[in-house]
């Protein structure tokens, strides 16, 4: 048995009738064939799989697809708008943040939801705010140094909103 759900999914419309017990993130990624978000442990702990949703960051494999039905979901593909990066995307990569990559991800869209609040947080607000995020690569002070300097992007007046691309016909999503 399976349930329809409707939701906008980086500025596109989408539905799709889901098992009531698929994950988020394996809608997200097997589903839309959105695979920037990852799953790295399956148990919430690595925040590898973290989307926003409804402009608030949430670990897509603690959510279920059903629970996401009428929701807003950006996913780190939704993050640029177009060829121009998010101002994060572009911190991580100058101040080299990105490291492996694998956390990426799920460390910018926890970020996003943190700079969305204050975009000029302390170096301890930026740990607490990424301690749900695990980089098995670094000490996390480039991706601390990422984040510090897109707030300062943000309060020089870049857009904090994720780009989205323009709105189009509702897409049923494949299986």
């Not at 596109?12 to 990624?29: H, I, K, N, S, Y």
Request: charged fraction near 15%; glycine fraction near 10%; hydrophobic fraction near 40%.
């Amino acid at each position: 048995m399976s349930e329809h759900i409707a939701l906008v999914v980086n500025g596109e419309r989408r539905e799709a009738d889901v098992e009531p017990r698929r994950l988020l993130v394996q809608f997200l990624r097997e589903d839309l064939g959105l695979t920037g978000t990852h799953v790295g442990c399956d148990t919430s702990q690595c925040g590898a799989c973290t989307v926003q949703v409804d402009g608030q960051a949430v670990k897509s494999c603690t959510m279920l697809a059903v629970q996401a039905d009428g929701a807003t979901i950006t996913t780190i593909e939704g993050m640029a708008n177009g060829d121009a990066l998010h101002p994060l995307q572009t911190a991580f990569w100058e101040q080299h943040g990105l490291q492996c990559g694998f956390c990426t991800p799920g460390m910018i869209m926890a970020a996003a939801d943190l700079l969305a609040r204050d975009p000029d947080p302390t170096d301890d607000e930026i740990r607490h705010a990424i301690q749900g995020n695990i980089c098995r690569c670094t000490g996390y002070q480039n991706i601390v140094a990422a984040i510090r300097a897109a707030g300062a992007a943000v309060q020089a007046g870049a857009s904090i909103t994720p780009g989205v691309a323009p709105a189009a016909a509702t897409v049923a999503a494949g299986r």
